[in-house]
C-alpha cells in the first residue's frame, strides 16, 4: 500500500511565526505535491517536485517556499505565517511519468495561524 | 470563475436512493479523476477516465466520460451511508500538461 505521510494532523501556529509542514511517502515516486484546500475553492496547488531538489510554482506560490532534500520527504514551509494561510495542507505523490497516473494523498494537516 | 465546475455543491439523500454528481470543464479535457474524501481527511483515488465515452465502475459507483461535452458525471446505486464525504473531480487539461486542477467538491450526506 502506498502511504505518503504528514507530519501533523493539526497545528496551532501564530501570525509571523515560521512553519514547516513535512511530507513523507514510501513509494519511491518521483512526484511529489502540496495543495492548500479551502471551503468552495477546492484543492490549490502551491508548489510541486519532479525530483530531488528541484521544485516549480504551482497555482499560489505566493507566502510559501518547498524543500526536497531526499526523495521520500518534501517540506512546505510559511516563512511568516499569516491568518489568510489558515488552511487545510494536503501532499500527495506520484510517478514521474504520470500525470496521467493518480496521485496519492496524505492525510491532511489542518492549521491555524492566530 | 474555476476551470472545473461541480453539481451539486451539496447533496442530502436517503439511504438506498440512486445520485448523480457532475463535473464540467471549461476547457478540453484530457483526462478526469474521481476522488473521494472523508471529512477532514486525505483524498481516496477511486477512478481516472482518460477516453471520450469511457465508463468505470468500483463497486456501487460508476463514473462517464464525456469529452464532446467536457463532463463527467458519477453516479452512486443504493447509497449507503458509507459514501458520504465530500467527492472531488480532478483533470488534466490540454492546455497544462504537468499538473491536476481539482473541482470544489460535492458534498454528499446519506441519512439512513
Known amino acids: 500500500d502506498v502511504k505518503v505521510t504528514q507530519s501533523s494532523r493539526y497545528l496551532v501556529k501564530r501570525t509571523g511565526e515560521k512553519v514547516f509542514l513535512e511530507c513523507v511517502q514510501d513509494?519511491?515516486?518521483?512526484?511529489m505535491f502540496w495543495y492548500r484546500q479551502d471551503p468552495g475553492l477546492g484543492l490549490r496547488l502551491i508548489y510541486f517536485s519532479y525530483d530531488v531538489k528541484m521544485k516549480e510554482k504551482g497555482d499560489i506560490p505566493e507566502g510559501y517556499s518547498v524543500s526536497r532534500e531526499k526523495k521520500e520527504r518534501f517540506s512546505l514551509i510559511l516563512e511568516s505565517a499569516s491568518t489568510n494561510q489558515t488552511s487545510m495542507y494536503l501532499c500527495?505523490?506520484?510517478?514521474?511519468?504520470?500525470?496521467?497516473?493518480?496521485?496519492?494523498f496524505g492525510p491532511g494537516t489542518r492549521l491555524t495561524v492566530t | 470563475s474555476q476551470e472545473l465546475e461541480q453539481s451539486p455543491q451539496s447533496l442530502i439523500v436517503q439511504e438506498g436512493k440512486n445520485l448523480t454528481i457532475n463535473c464540467t470543464s471549461s476547457?478540453?479535457?484530457?483526462?478526469l479523476y474521481w476522488y473521494k474524501q472523508k471529512y477532514g481527511e486525505g483524498l481516496i483515488f477511486l477512478m481516472m477516465?482518460?477516453?471520450?465515452?469511457e465508463e468505470k465502475s468500483h463497486e456501487k459507483i460508476t463514473a462517464k466520460l464525456d469529452e464532446k461535452k467536457q463532463q463527467s458525471s458519477l453516479h452512486i446505486t443504493a447509497s449507503q451511508p458509507s459514501h458520504a464525504g465530500i467527492y472531488l473531480c480532478?483533470?488534466?487539461?490540454?492546455?497544462?500538461?504537468?499538473?491536476?486542477?481539482f473541482g470544489p467538491g460535492t458534498s454528499l450526506s446519506v441519512i439512513p
Open positions: 500527495a505523490s506520484s510517478r514521474l511519468d504520470s500525470v496521467y497516473y493518480e496521485q496519492y
Open positions: 513509494m519511491d515516486h518521483e512526484n
Open positions: 480532478g483533470a488534466v487539461l490540454k492546455t497544462s500538461y504537468d499538473k491536476v486542477i
Open positions: 477516465l482518460q477516453k471520450g465515452g
Open positions: 476547457k478540453t479535457l484530457y483526462g
